[in-house]
């Protein structure tokens, strides 16, 4: 055990870093000891192939560069990466054999973490060692025991999807359900980067339990992406007073006001950034500029222009108050809407809307 041989832990330091994995889980503390024997176990150590397609490397880097919190050592010395592209020292053949070892000699064995969109149109515009994303793809999802789409890309396609998407980018969602491969087993952790805490509270739910965790349809675990972000945000207080950033740079984003008018997907955006926080937990998103929702599907064709309101929920009655904001051609969900409309409807009540020079304009769309 490498790195607990390289940063010892106290028995008390470890089982308080179970408890912090059980807290972030969601599984409640009662669960520590189950946790701790599944960390305890290395002979049961999965062997782990990462994957990388079309993509930036943020996600490796988002990981890599962690430095909190320190249990996150403690997981990653408690799978075996067998196979990187972007850290393994081998190259060449010795790396594809690496890969054959795992994937084709432990089929149903390993974990497989993908990076990156699977070009399907061009399929030759995604290669490594010769072979296509497409062939890779097809492959290693068949054989892993687990799936894990770490970022946007993987997700959902991210910018690489973009209309008109050349490359017939696809995210492993898609290309799984497409390719006939059981979806059951895939988890997506579609921020952008990944969080490395997301990362960490997937792996040790599956060394503990042996499943995936509850997950909504885009099988995002709800534990980080079962509420949104406009719920848990620091500024949600000035939302609801009707408290807006009208330009960015101005004295009221100095006021930490909410940035709702300048286009913040917040209130559309399924994910806890605000509560796991990034860069060793020391800001998020909206501590330095607006959420752009990255965390969902199709964010970079429907949530544009991200420096515009998004459109709502028309808010009815109170002597004909309507709140009209600049629209983009897109709507949200119903739910969304309604929560928009909930939020903007005490605001019009209490006569707080009239200090914004635009009207907010909310539509209600069915899904």
Same mark, same amino acid.
């Given at each position: 055990?490498?790195l607990?041989?390289?940063r010892?832990?106290?028995?008390r ?5 179970c @408890?912090t ?5 969601g ?6 000891? +189950? ?5 305890e ?7 782990v ?12 880097e988002s ?7 320190d249990f996150l ?18 190259a060449?053949r ?8 795992t994937?084709v ?11 990156g969109?699977?070009?399907?149109k ?8 010769g072979?296509?994303?497409?062939d890779i793809?097809?492959?290693?999802l ?5 799936v894990?789409?770490?970022?946007n890309?993987?997700?959902?396609g991210n910018?690489?999807?973009?209309? /008109? ?5 696809m995210g492993?969602?898609?290309?799984m359900?497409?390719e006939?491969?059981?979806t059951?087993k895939?988890?997506?952790l579609?921020?952008c980067?990944v969080?490395?805490?997301h990362?960490?509270t ?5 060394l ?6 509850p ?7 709800l534990v ?7 719920d848990?945000c620091p500024?949600?207080a ?6 807006f ?10 006021e930490?006001l909410?940035?709702?008018?300048v286009?913040?997907?917040? /209130? ?6 605000a509560?796991v926080?990034?860069?060793n937990?020391?800001?998020?998103c909206?501590g330095?500029?607006q959420?752009? @929702?990255?965390?969902e ?11 515009r /309101?998004?459109?709502g929920?028309a808010?009815?009655g ?8 600049d629209?983009?051609?897109?709507g949200l969900?119903a739910?969304?809407?309604?929560a928009?409309a ?12 009239? +200090?914004?020079?635009d ?6 769309k069915?899904?």
């Amino acid at each position: 055990m490498r790195l607990l041989t390289e940063r010892p832990l106290s028995r008390r330091d470890f089982l308080k870093a179970c @408890g912090t994995l059980a807290a972030l889980m969601g599984v409640g503390q009662s669960a520590v000891p +189950r946790i701790a024997r599944a960390l305890e176990d290395a002979a049961a150590r999965p062997p782990v192939v990462w994957l990388d397609f079309q993509e930036c490397l943020g996600c490796t880097e988002s990981m890599t560069k962690s430095r909190y919190p320190d249990f996150l050592n403690v997981v990653l010395d408690m799978i075996s990466l067998e196979y990187s592209e972007a850290l393994m020292a081998g190259a060449g053949r010795q790396a594809e054999k690496n890969y054959a070892d795992t994937v084709v000699g432990q089929p149903g064995k390993y974990v497989l973490v993908v990076e990156g969109s699977v070009a399907t149109k061009i399929p030759n515009a995604m290669t490594v060692g010769g072979r296509t994303s497409v062939d890779i793809a097809k492959e290693a999802l068949t054989a892993a025991v687990l799936v894990v789409a770490v970022g946007n890309c993987a997700s959902f396609g991210n910018v690489q999807a973009a209309y /008109p998407n050349p490359t017939g980018a696809m995210g492993m969602l898609a290309f799984m359900e497409q390719e006939g491969i059981d979806t059951g087993k895939l988890i997506q952790l579609p921020t952008c980067p990944v969080n490395p805490v997301h990362i960490t509270t997937t792996i040790s739910y599956f060394l503990t339990y042996g499943k995936v965790p509850p997950m909504d349809q885009w099988h995002r675990p709800l534990v980080h992406f079962g509420r949104k972000i406009h719920d848990e945000c620091p500024r949600r207080a000035h939302f609801d007073e009707g408290r807006f950033v009208e330009v960015l740079g101005s004295a009221e984003e100095d006021e930490r006001l909410c940035l709702y008018k300048v286009g913040c997907r917040g /209130p559309h955006t399924y994910a806890d950034c605000a509560t796991v926080l990034w860069n060793n937990r020391a800001n998020w998103c909206i501590g330095s500029g607006q959420c752009i @929702g990255c965390a969902e599907k199709d964010f970079w064709d429907e949530l544009v222009d991200f420096y515009r /309101p998004m459109p709502g929920v028309a808010v009815p009655g109170f002597g004909g108050i309507r709140a009209d904001a600049d629209t983009i051609g897109i709507g949200l969900a119903a739910a969304t809407g309604v929560a928009i409309a909930a939020h903007l409807a005490v605001s019009a009540a209490k006569g707080r809307l009239g +200090r914004n020079e635009d009207q907010v304009v909310i539509e209600e769309k069915e899904e």
